[in-house]
T-cell receptor, first 114, second 116 residues
């Protein structure tokens, strides 16, 4: 079945440490890929997206993500985390099969230690 | 920067009552969506809407749900007879489906619906 998996429900890192949030998908073709962030009481803010081309994508707030076709992954990274990055992060895909609905992962809640 | 807005931010209702959740999409967008997130679960697609018609809907979007664009700015989700299991955060989104890339959806802050 088609799915999006974020294996880590919770992640805790120290401020200044590097971060990698994992996202795996299972679709026949390469879908369109997105990362969103949800701060407490806020909506979903787009961090970055991948459609095609360069597999390393730069986003806002210093985030980047790398698409790896061989691993069906689209992991989100940040070299140095700030306390304000504490939030929930969602990976989403749009299967390239005539639908425009987003399929979301279950989310990863990031806690940042001072 | 243009943004999607939603009202109310929190709605409490009794089971069996009708609720209308309101959204104002980004002004030049033509494609509209509703998603929901039950507490502790993933965000789920409900429905997409274009040119005054539903273009896609999920199995969640049954006859109790309806959507409407009553004027040039608002997009509404109506639940006719709410159930306890309708308690969730409801997100509205809009896009301009910027071909040839694809659909980047911009989300509102959500309406938290609590059914008692």
């Amino acid at each position: 079945a088609q799915s999006v998996t974020q294996p880590d429900i919770h992640i805790t890192v120290s401020e200044g440490a590097s971060l990698e949030l994992r996202c795996n998908y299972s679709y026949g073709a390469t879908p369109y890929l997105f990362w969103y962030v949800q701060s407490p009481g806020q909506g979903l803010q787009l961090l970055l997206k991948y459609f095609s081309g360069d597999t390393l994508v730069q986003g806002i707030k210093g985030f980047e993500a790398e698409f790896k076709r061989s691993q069906s992954s689209f992991n989100l990274r940040k070299p140095s985390v700030h306390w304000s990055d504490a939030a929930e992060y969602f990976c989403a895909v749009v299967p390239t099969s005539g639908t425009y609905k987003y399929i979301f992962g279950t989310g990863t809640r990031l806690k940042v230690l001072a | 920067e243009p943004e999607v807005t939603q009202t109310p931010s929190h709605q409490v209702t009794q089971m069996g009552q009708e609720v209308i959740l309101r959204c104002v999409p980004i002004s030049n967008h033509l494609y509209f969506y509703w998603y929901r997130q039950i507490l502790g679960q993933k965000v789920e697609f409900l429905v997409s809407f274009y040119n005054n018609e539903i273009s896609e809907k999920s199995e969640i979007f049954d006859d109790q749900f309806s959507v409407e664009r009553p004027d040039g700015s608002n997009f509404t989700l109506k639940i006719r007879s709410t159930k306890l299991e309708d308690s969730a955060m409801y997100f509205c989104a809009s896009s301009d489906r910027d071909y040839p890339t694809t659909d980047t959806q911009y989300f509102g802050p959500g309406t938290r619906l609590t059914v008692l």
